[in-house]
């Protein structure tokens, strides 16, 4: 069944739409008779039995990028996606101690303060990395989905110094998946910084012996989230208790 407008039976009674707008010519018989299918559709939805597509889903953040306006309240936020299912490599031998490849997130979900990608050039060596305007205490967040993930896939935040050393880490190393169901890792880490030009990337290692994998993007499977925790306020009090003052009077 669709989404059309139902059709009555012929020398039926018809239905409760009909009746409600009996006597409404033209538009009013239109609306009824399509706001009754409508009802019907979702009634079909809800019991499984509708067989058409269903729109897609487009996270509404999107058209809200450019209001920065709503960001006034707090003191550093950003949420970026990737664009593109990627395949990836192992990143030069899937251990530990590896830094691996960077995963490419390269455009903005919704606003963003105090902090901003940053793209490298398109192509099989693309990046996308967050870089950091503001000094104080950060929280990133990683969210990755993929298929088959081996025994030896890590995911990897790591915090850079503005020359690019390696600054903090936080690996997700996960079990093996087999099949072709999707799973997603993800992984957070809390740092403080003292200045601002510090970059934060999302990384992917695996056992090189192994096939690449395969990461999917969208604002759905993938995310990757910086907030700020600092107020920007100095000469604050904290006193919940104080010594007994002189008799006024």
């Known amino acids: 069944m669709n989404l059309g407008p139902a059709q009555p039976e012929p020398g039926g009674s018809g239905n409760i739409l009909e009746h409600i707008f009996t006597g409404i010519a033209g538009i009013g018989d239109a609306f ?13 939805m809800v019991l499984g039995r509708y067989e058409g597509s269903f729109p897609a889903f487009v996270d509404g953040q999107i058209a809200i990028n450019e209001r920065f306006d709503l960001l006034q309240s707090i003191s550093g936020y950003g949420t970026a996606y990737m664009t593109l299912n990627y395949w990836m490599g192992s990143g030069g031998g899937g251990g530990l101690d590896e830094r691996g490849l960077e995963i490419p997130f390269r455009d903005y979900l919704g606003p963003h303060k105090n902090c901003e990608l940053v793209l490298g050039p398109a192509g099989s060596n693309e990046t996308g990395h967050w870089r950091l305007l503001a000094p104080g205490t950060w929280r990133a967040e990683v969210r990755v989905t993929g298929l088959t993930l081996e025994t030896d896939a890590r995911l990897i935040l790591e915090v850079c110094t503005p020359d690019g050393t390696p600054y903090s880490r936080a690996i997700f190393a996960k079990g093996a998946f087999n ?23 999302a990384r992917w290692t695996k056992q090189a012996s192994l096939a690449k994998q395969k990461l999917l993007g969208g604002t759905e499977l993938s995310s990757f989230t910086l907030s700020r925790w600092d107020i920007d306020t100095t000469d604050y009090a904290n006193a919940p208790e104080v010594p007994d003052g002189p008799e006024i009077g």
């Open 179 to 201: 099949g072709t169901q999707r799973r997603s890792l993800a992984v957070s880490h809390t740092f403080v910084v003292e200045d601002d030009g510090y970059t934060v990337h």
């Open 32 to 44: 009824a008779a399509g706001l009754n299918g409508v009802i019907n559709g979702l009634i079909d």
